[in-house]
T-cell receptor, first 113, second 115 residues
Framework: NAGVTQTPKFQVLKTGQSMTLQCAQD?????MYWYRQDPGMGLRLIYY???????DKGEVPNGYNVSRLNKREFSLRLESAAPSQTSVYFC????????????FGPGTRLLVL | DQQVKQNSPSLSVQEGRISILNCDYT??????FLWYKKYPAEGPTFLIS?????DKNEDGRFTVFLNKSAKHLSLHIVPSQPGDSAVYFC??????????????FGQGTTLQVKP
């Protein structure tokens, strides 16, 4: 039982390049989330998908797009990467309500030069 | 504007002693609070939670206290063990987010438990 998986684990981009971070969960969860973690800032919500077919902005959505491909998969796209997007990105999933635990993936470390 | 604040970036305690991690919040609509623990190179994992209708919740060595009037919660670890060394995140949600699972996290506190 893999839980939440993320690919890639590490990526280096040049300013202006694009890339997609992939996330998949095998727990049949309804809700999925993308966070970024920066020193001194904690975890900040970028986008979330409360259920298949819906997506909503979180605290820091600028510069990102998301796709809820199906119930299992939720991808995060950087169309034109900027150094300010250097961060560790975490995907998470939950059954659907805040009273349910969010399960996190291992993270993707992104460096934008 | 940081709605959930963990003002101590780090904390160091001796093994066997009590660790107290603090968290303050500003949004009076928050009604559910959680603590997550994170080891290096891993994702955060859920530790313990508390609803605003309670002022204490206990799970083994971990106890969370909630003071609604002060908008403050704390996590007590007794006794502390070296394996507890990690980053601890406080998180909160409001009733309006109850159907989405949306959480607001604090900045995190790095706990070091010395043998």
């Amino acid at each position: 039982n893999a839980g939440v998986t993320q690919t890639p684990k590490f990526q280096v981009l040049k300013t202006g390049q694009s890339m997609t971070l992939q996330c998949a969960q095998d727990m049949n969860h309804n809700s999925m989330y993308w966070y970024r973690q920066d020193p001194g800032m904690g975890l900040r919500l970028i986008y979330y998908s409360a259920s298949e077919g819906t997506t909503d902005k979180g605290e820091v959505p600028n510069g990102y797009n998301v796709s809820r491909l199906n119930k299992r998969e939720f991808s995060l796209r950087l169309e034109s990467a900027a150094p300010s997007q250097t961060s560790v990105y975490f995907c998470a999933s939950s059954v659907g309500t805040t009273r349910e635990t969010q399960y996190f993936g291992p993270g993707t470390r992104l460096l934008v030069l | 504007d940081q709605q959930v604040k963990q003002n101590s970036p780090s904390l160091s305690v001796q093994e066997g002693r009590i660790s107290i991690l603090n968290c303050d919040y500003t949004n009076s609509m928050f009604d559910y609070f959680l603590w997550y623990k994170k080891y290096p190179a891993e994702g955060p994992t859920f530790l313990i939670s508390i609803s605003s209708i309670k002022d204490k919740n206990e799970d083994g060595r971990f106890t969370v206290f909630l003071n609604k009037s002060a908008k403050h919660l704390s996590l007590h670890i007794v006794p502390s063990q070296p394996g507890d060394s990690a980053v601890y995140f406080c998180a909160a949600s409001d009733k309006g987010s109850s159907n989405t699972g949306k959480l607001i996290f604090g900045q995190g506190t790095t706990l070091q438990v010395k043998p």
